[in-house]
């Protein structure tokens, strides 16, 4: 049974950070991709980030491009999404979740198959 635990949301000023953690359990995790997704607010689930097993190659959504950076460590099954530079506009529910494949990279929701719980995000202005 895979388990995605996220933390480390909350409310932030505009032009401030914010530092998410997910804690991976149940299945390898050095050999999936990890995403990070986020909802607004009536919004349908859109893509932010996303790690490919070994670190070695990341994907962003243009909105966090040069703002949001993601990473790993395999050896505590976590993954992180540092958040600066916030705006209102990146205020949503942030969801980290798993690839169904191994060694695959993807913006695509439907490529991941297990989901976090989900942390609020709220950047005021």
């Known amino acids: 049974q895979v388990q995605l635990v996220e933390s480390g949301g909350g409310l932030v000023q505009a032009g401030g950070s914010l530092r998410l953690s997910c804690a991976a359990s149940?299945?390898?995790?050095?050999?999936?991709?990890m995403g990070w997704f986020r909802r607004k607010s009536e919004k349908e689930r859109e893509f932010v980030a996303a790690i490919k097993w070994s670190g070695g190659s990341t994907l962003y959504a243009d909105s966090v491009k040069g703002r949001f950076t993601i990473s790993r460590d395999n050896s505590k099954n976590t993954v992180v999404l540092q958040m600066n530079s916030l705006k209102p506009e990146d205020t949503a529910v942030y969801y980290c979740a798993q690839s169904r494949s191994p060694l695959f990279l993807s913006q695509a929701k439907d490529s991941y198959a297990y989901w976090g719980q989900g942390t609020q995000v709220t950047v005021s202005s």
């Open positions: 149940g299945r390898t995790f050095s050999s999936y991709a």
